[in-house]
Structures are given as C-alpha cells and as structure tokens.
C-alpha cells in the first residue's frame, strides 16, 4: 500500500482549532502526525462574509502554508481557509467553500483540495428586536453554533462580540450593541469559526478526507503523491437536443510533479444531461 506520509510530522499553519476536525483523519489515512503551528495568518485577512472568487482564497491559503515551511521546523505543512455565501451556481443556496492545501519541502510539491457545500449554518440579519433575534437564533443552531454581534453602524472595531452561546449573552450583547449603533440596531451574524460550528467542521473534515487520500495516491509516471483531478472538462450535451450544457462532461486527472495527465469520463457515470435542465429545451 502506498503510504508517502507514514509517521511524517505535518506543521498545520492556521488557527481556530481546526486541528481536532483535521489530526485523526490524517493519522487514520496517512499514519501522520499533525501539529499545530503557532503562524500569524491574520495578517491575510480574515472572514470578509463573502465567497471570494477561487483564485483568491486559493492564493491565501497557499501563502498561509509558505508561511508554515518558512518558519522552518516542518519539511511538511498544511493550511486551511473557508470562505462563505452564496453558491457560485445557486445563488439562493449559503455555502460553505473549504480548501484544504500541503506542501510536500522535500519532493517540492504543493497538493490541494476543496469542496463547495451546503451543509452551512452562514447567514446574518440587522436586527433591533430580541424576540426576533431569538428567531434568528433558531433558525442557525444556536447555543450548538455560536453567534457574533455588533452595532450595525461601527466605528470602533473592538465593540463586537464573538461566540455567543447563551440566551442571556445574546440579550445583553443585543442591547450594548444596539445603544453603541448609530442607527439603533444591531448586526448579528453566525460565528463561522471552526471551534464555534460544528457543521464547518463536518465540512473541514470532508475536505481532509478528500486531501489524505489523494496524498495516498501515487502518479502512475513518477509514482509522486498526489495523484487526482486538476480540472474539469464541460460541454456535457442535453440527451434531447445535444446543445453543450456547462456541465462537467470529463474530469482530468494529473501529477502534481510531472507532466503526466489522463482525460475520464465522469466518475459518477452520467453520460447526458436530462432536457430539464437545457437552456435550449428548458430556458
Ligand atoms: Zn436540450
Ligand atoms: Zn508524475
């Protein structure tokens, strides 16, 4: 079985404790350690309460992990970003967009993986009522996934409230937040760090899942790790009219170290798109 990574000792350069979603998913696949290691990333930004666009998260993320091989104790390291909003193909759906990224110092070679999902809790509300922020509360699994709070109109950057777990926190939170507000009313938001929300934290251990086993995979060229889909093909035709939808039509899966790439069909064998779904059959 190929194990690259067995008993290997993997920095994870991010904060938020997303280690206890991550370590025993890469001791289970890989047989590695993952150790917390302690890099300023708030320097990157955090949370901005909107997807940015694939090329920017995946750019911070990755200095995030340069950062992590920069400080010099680990060959391997690991970091994290999540990103959330609406889904980029289904605007009306909240969305959770995880990436997950490695750098292998030794073979010099950089793998990451990412996975857009709805199982998100993410919305937020202007709010000057109690009852209705009670409501609010209901609907985002409140006291199992925390809230922030905070005047609507701000000016000091220090009057917020993170990790709201209780009825009588989300009260008094609700009145110091409302008189502190230009307008009266407060913000109120779902605490979208991994340690304050379970359900980013299912998704951050999917996305480990995806990550350990394409390091389990080897190129069949080079025998690197990393083997898995670098990008997708689309133009899947409609079954009826055969006009080329966007759907993905072939997965192209490469090496992250050589040159070697392979073109497949779809892995979950859809082979056709049902004219439901045609902007030419169904506009
Ligand atoms: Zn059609
Ligand atoms: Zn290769």
């Not at 609907?139 to 905070?150: E, G």
């Not at 079954?239 to 939808?245: A, G, H, K, N």
């Not at 979950?268 to 004219?275: E, K, L, T």
């Given at each position: 079985?190929?194990?690259?990574?067995?008993?290997?000792?993997?920095?994870?350069?991010?904060?938020?404790?997303?280690?206890?979603?991550?370590?025993?998913?890469?001791?289970?696949?890989?047989?590695?350690?993952?150790?917390?290691?302690?890099?300023?990333?708030?320097?990157?930004?955090?949370?901005?309460?909107?997807?940015?666009?694939?090329?920017?998260?995946?750019?911070?993320?990755?200095?995030?992990?340069?950062?992590?091989?920069?400080?010099?104790?680990?060959?391997?390291?690991?970091?994290?970003?999540?990103?959330?909003?609406?889904?980029?193909?289904?605007?009306?759906?909240?969305?959770?967009?995880?990436?997950?990224?490695?750098?292998?110092?030794?073979?010099?070679?950089?793998?990451?993986?990412?996975?857009?999902?709805?199982?998100?809790?993410?919305?937020?509300?202007?709010?000057?009522?109690?009852?209705?922020?009670?409501?609010?509360?209901?609907?985002?699994?409140?006291?199992?996934?925390?809230?922030?709070?905070?005047?609507?109109?701000?000016?000091?950057?220090?009057?917020?409230?993170?990790?709201?777990?209780?009825?009588?926190?989300?009260?008094?939170?609700?009145?110091?937040?409302?008189?502190?507000?230009?307008?009266?009313?407060?913000?109120?938001?779902?605490?979208m760090r991994a340690h304050m929300n379970p359900s980013r934290m299912s998704?951050?251990?999917?996305?480990?899942?995806?990550?350990?086993?394409?390091?389990?995979?080897?190129?069949?060229?080079?025998?690197?790790?990393?083997?898995?889909?670098?990008?997708?093909?689309?133009?899947?035709?409609?079954?009826?009219?055969?006009?080329?939808?966007?759907?993905?039509?072939?997965?192209?899966?490469?090496?992250?170290?050589?040159?070697?790439?392979?073109?497949?069909?779809?892995?979950?064998?859809?082979?056709?798109?049902?004219?439901?779904?045609?902007?030419?059959?169904?506009?």
């Open positions: 079985m190929f194990r690259p990574y067995e008993n290997a000792q993997i920095g994870l350069a991010t904060k938020h404790a997303k280690k206890t979603a991550i370590a025993p998913i890469f001791k289970s696949i890989l047989g590695a350690e993952v150790i917390d290691l302690d890099v300023d990333t708030d320097i990157l930004g955090a949370f901005s309460g909107e997807v940015p666009r694939i090329g920017s998260a995946l750019e911070t993320v990755k200095r995030k992990c340069e950062m992590g091989i920069e400080k010099g104790f680990f060959d391997f390291c690991l970091a994290s970003e999540g990103s959330f909003g609406p889904h980029p193909d289904y605007p009306f759906i909240p969305c959770d967009q995880e990436i997950l990224y490695f750098i292998d110092n030794l073979k010099k070679i950089h793998v990451w993986a990412t996975i857009f999902s709805n199982k998100t809790n993410y919305n937020f509300k202007k709010t000057t009522s109690f009852p209705e922020l009670l409501e609010f509360s209901k609907k985002v699994k409140f006291p199992t996934h925390a809230l922030i709070i905070r005047p609507n109109i701000w000016e000091n950057k220090n009057h917020i409230f993170k990790g709201v777990q209780t009825e009588e926190g989300l009260k008094y939170s609700l009145e110091v937040s409302m008189k502190r507000s230009k307008d009266g009313a407060a913000w109120v938001e779902t605490d998704v951050i251990q999917e996305v480990a899942r995806k990550l350990a086993n394409q390091l389990n995979t080897p190129c069949p060229q080079c025998n690197s790790p990393g083997w898995g889909i670098k990008r997708v093909e689309r133009g899947l035709k409609c079954s009826y009219c055969s006009f080329e939808t966007d759907w993905v039509k072939s997965e192209i899966y490469g090496c992250v170290f050589c040159s070697c790439e392979f073109k497949q069909l779809r892995s979950d064998g859809i082979m056709s798109v049902d004219p439901s779904m045609c902007k030419m059959c169904n506009p």
